[in-house]
């Protein structure tokens, strides 16, 4: 009885061999399992560092383009007849309007050029909103202010500037620039040295490559140019028909976003009806 004891217990153990190959096999899943979760945390660090690079580079190019369909010019309300200043003019109860100035009667305040304003077409004083483009930076009057208190001394009208500064503070990607944006809601006043509601920031950093071109459709064919300003003689008081943008985005992880972005205002900013 003893000895067959013994004997199954000898059967229902393991051998030496059994539990070292068992312990390989362990060693190996395990190895396997580590190797597994580390390129899965490697594989979410990548999809989050360039998800983080698209969304930044997306919600810039909105804020962009929210500005930029909102461009306003007050010349669209300008009647394209000119007022006879000969006829009389109707009279309203005991006030009597004068005749309509010309335009050789504007006196020379209201003929100076700002930043932000032409000079005014009408004695009124109404002037044209001025846009001045460069391949990297660009000014105009924007619709896109959002008025919050009802006594503040803004308007829903905006100075808005956007232009490439260095930037210094990204050791990441040295030698790139940012976009920044700065807007006013102090948008009729002509000194832009004493504007204490500009408020400016950062839109969009690690920019490598930063583009602005100026297109202007004639007739069948397009002008496309480097530059625009709504005050000179080829393009007095008309804006660009679509306004590109080219750009090149560094993100963490030697990842890169290069998009190819084209604007267009929303209103007819050269007629009741779009030039295309």
Not at 234 to 260: A, C, M, R, W
Request: glycine share 4%; with cysteine.
């Amino acid at each position: 009885m003893n000895l067959a004891r013994v004997n199954r217990q000898h059967e229902y153990g393991f051998t030496l061999l059994e539990v070292l190959i068992a312990l390989a096999i362990l060693v190996f899943i395990c190895f396997a399992i580590f190797q597994a979760t580390t390129e899965t945390y490697k594989l979410r660090d990548n999809l989050t560092a360039e998800g983080d690079l698209n969304n930044s580079v997306i919600l810039a190019m909105g804020v962009v383009q929210r500005d930029l369909n909102l461009i306003y010019s007050p010349r669209i309300a300008i009647p394209d007849k000119k007022v006879d200043s000969t006829q009389p003019v109707p009279q309203t109860g005991s006030q009597s309007q004068t005749p309509t100035q010309t335009q050789d009667e504007i006196t020379d305040d209201l003929a100076q050029v700002f930043t932000f304003w032409a000079a005014a077409v009408q004695p009124s004083g109404l002037r044209p909103s001025r846009l001045i483009g460069t391949d990297n930076k660009l000014s105009f009057i924007a619709l896109s202010h959002v008025r919050i208190y009802k006594e503040a001394p803004e308007s829903e009208f905006a100075k808005i500037t956007y232009e490439l500064r260095r930037d210094e503070k990204n050791t990441e990607n040295p030698g790139t620039f940012v976009l920044v944006r700065t807007e006013s809601p102090n948008a009729f006043s002509n000194d832009d040295r004493r504007d204490t509601l500009a408020v400016t920031y950062d839109v969009l950093h690690s920019i490598k490559k930063f583009t602005l071109s100026y297109h202007q459709k004639d007739g069948e064919t397009w002008k496309i140019l480097n530059s625009w300003d709504t005050d000179h003689m080829d393009t007095k008081n008309l804006f660009p028909d679509i306004i590109e943008l080219k750009l090149e985005v560094l993100g963490p992880k030697k990842f890169s976003f290069e998009g190819d972005y084209k604007f267009r205002p929303e209103i007819p900013l050269n007629g009741l009806y779009p030039s295309f």
